[in-house]
């Protein structure tokens, strides 16, 4: 929604911002896994798996690294301007839709599709984190049943960077 409203001197239209918002976010999804199978490959897996240090570093660098494009959103945050549909509505003296939101809620039309979206959200969240969280127990099951742990964390990252 912010990436909609915010007023860009650059040039790009609002489909475009919204657009590279979503593109940012799909890159993130890709990147974590694949980072996180850099830092195995780097540490190696027994160190991460069995000395606190590596663990302890690895996950430190992957936070750090997650900060970044926030840092950058923070930045356009404070620096960019106000777009101009916000400051013709603030000069209006209209002080927000929540009401307009209320009302289309409200509507039969309106409730019967916010409702079949939301559970067209919700199914999608449930399989997609469920996947995500229980993909280490599951690979663990078919792979690692004696707990040895050989290349168990580079296959769960390479799975993880594939799934995503």
């Known amino acids: 929604v912010y990436a909609g409203e915010m007023n860009d001197e650059r040039g790009l239209g609002r489909t475009t911002r919204v657009a590279l918002s979503v593109a940012m976010q799909i890159a993130g999804n890709i990147m974590a896994p694949l980072l996180m199978f850099v830092i195995l490959v780097l540490l190696g897996t027994e160190r991460v798996t069995l000395m606190p240090w590596a663990t302890e570093t690895g996950w430190r660098f992957l936070l750090g690294a997650g900060a970044v494009p926030s840092l950058f959103a923070l930045k356009e945050l404070i620096y960019s301007s106000e777009s101009h549909e916000f400051l013709t509505a603030r000069a209006s003296g209209r002080k927000g839709r929540l009401e307009d939101v ?52 580079l296959l769960n990252s390479a799975v993880s960077a594939l799934i995503n």
């Open 102 to 153: 209320f009302s289309a809620i409200e509507d039969p039309t309106y409730r019967k599709r916010l409702i079949g979206c939301s559970l067209g959200w919700f199914c999608f969240d449930v399989s997609f984190f469920s996947v995500t969280i229980f993909l280490p127990h599951i690979l663990h099951d078919l792979i690692d049943k004696n707990d040895e742990a050989r290349g168990y964390l």
